[in-house]
């Protein structure tokens, strides 16, 4: 259902894009449905079994829709027996050589995410979204910084916003002119800057789904923080309808890292948000160690509720009245709130198992 809390970021409506076949494993992007979170396979897609494996894996992190490359005939063909394993919508990803994509659409990918400019002839890409459109599936016209055409890099000097701009604008028009407008865009380049301003751009003159993700952002925590920073800014400004982070080698991290931009900007239902102090020399419990049990113990929880784990009177009290539940450190032991009201006093070592009898009685 599209997103009717009123304290949740005013986001822009974009048409509604329709992933997957209906009532299976049919996901919505745009139109003012939660954002989706997407991932991408690290695995041969040749190695089918290993490929499914991941994505039930990423399944079980709530990862929503994966994308797997496509270099070979023998990837595309493995699609239809990855997909009997798994339960999310497939998106092949082609580059280059347009016959790719249209074995993918044949062997019934959900979704084909292309780079336009890099398959080259208008033909070729003509014949994908025929063949698209002929199959009813929907295509990411995917526009990347570090593979713009000769003339607009000519253009422009070097790749920047206007530049991929241009570019999508372009291709744009070209999916218009075939009658085609089942596509969802993203602009990405491995600059943050470059990332949010083409987005804002873009934003500003379609109405096409954006997917967000900032390109090659790295290394693990470099690919956090990069990722964090530019998918959060856009976001905030109410643009994006489908993320991946992008973080070197590890997609269940993609995910991980996904859910949590969103629920720091309240726009995840599916898992409560913890809320937890950054401890300092007052703490007297272990409330890494408690903070995290609690994390994944309620993780079942698939709603939006807060949870606040503090250290200490300094600031544990004042959170637990915003909070749904809280635990509050003391000397070697803690308090349980409940909707801002104490419910009990219990040592260290029942905290958390006191805590979740409290919590697993209302879900
Ligand atoms: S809540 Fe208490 S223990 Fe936690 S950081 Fe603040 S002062 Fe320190």
Redesign the pocket.
Known sequence: MPDKNPNTIQRRKTLKIIVGKPKKREIIIGGLYPVVIQSMCTTKTEDWKATAEQIITLKKEKCQMVRVAVPSLEAAKSIPKIRKHIKIPLVADIHFDYRLALEAIKQDADKIRINPGNIGEKDKVREIILAAKKAKIPLRLGVNGGCLENDILKKYGHSCAAAMNESARRWIRFFEKQGFKNFVVSLKASSVIETVKACRLFSKDFVYPLHLGVTEAGLNLSGIVKSSAGIGSLLLDGIGDTIRVSISGDAVKEVIVAKEILKALGMYNLEPEIIA????????ID?EKIASEIEQKTKYIQKPIKIAV???????PG?ARGADYAV??GKKMGAIYKNGQLVKSVKEDKLVSEFMKIINKDY
Request: some cysteine; charged content about 15%.
């Open positions: 102090c950054p401890t300092c020399g007052r703490t007297e409330l503090m250290g200490c009177v300094v600031n544990g959170e509050c450190g």
